[in-house]
């Protein structure tokens, strides 16, 4: 059923840049509302198999997209999973910075 419907998913990101001073206009930080887009366009975009795959493409996007940002965080949960037994959610989380480490 998963592969005909598709599968919920919540994301998380945390994202890191200097904003020390920086004034108060929107145009001199991270537009959330672009960063909300781009998220979204992943994950309702093509499909993919692992929760995995779509954390890593988010990351790189974002860093891709948005040059201030010095590094990302990315959580993809799956809270309605198909495994047997009680839990609240699964997820796959990746750290990816600007000078091409990932964690």
């Given at each position: 059923?998963?592969e005909?419907?598709?599968?919920?998913?919540?994301?998380?990101c945390?994202?890191?840049?200097d904003?020390?001073?920086i004034?108060?206009?929107?145009?001199?930080?991270v537009n959330?509302a672009e960063?909300?887009?781009?998220?979204?366009?992943?994950a309702?975009?093509?499909r993919?198999?692992?929760?995995?795959?779509?954390?890593?493409?988010?990351?790189?996007?974002?860093?891709?997209?948005h040059p201030?940002l010095?590094?990302?965080?990315?959580r993809v949960?799956?809270p309605?999973?198909?495994?047997?037994?009680i839990?609240?959610?699964v997820?796959?989380e990746?750290?990816?910075e600007?000078?091409?480490?990932?964690?």
């Amino acid at each position: 059923m998963e592969e005909s419907l598709g599968a919920r998913f919540v994301v998380d990101c945390e994202l890191t840049f200097d904003f020390a001073g920086i004034p108060d206009q929107i145009s001199a930080t991270v537009n959330y509302a672009e960063i909300y887009e781009i998220v979204r366009q992943e994950a309702e975009g093509a499909r993919r198999h692992l929760i995995e795959r779509l954390a890593n493409d988010i990351a790189a996007r974002l860093l891709r997209e948005h040059p201030r940002l010095e590094s990302v965080m990315v959580r993809v949960h799956k809270p309605h999973a198909p495994i047997p037994g009680i839990f609240s959610d699964v997820y796959a989380e990746t750290t990816q910075e600007r000078d091409g480490k990932t964690r």
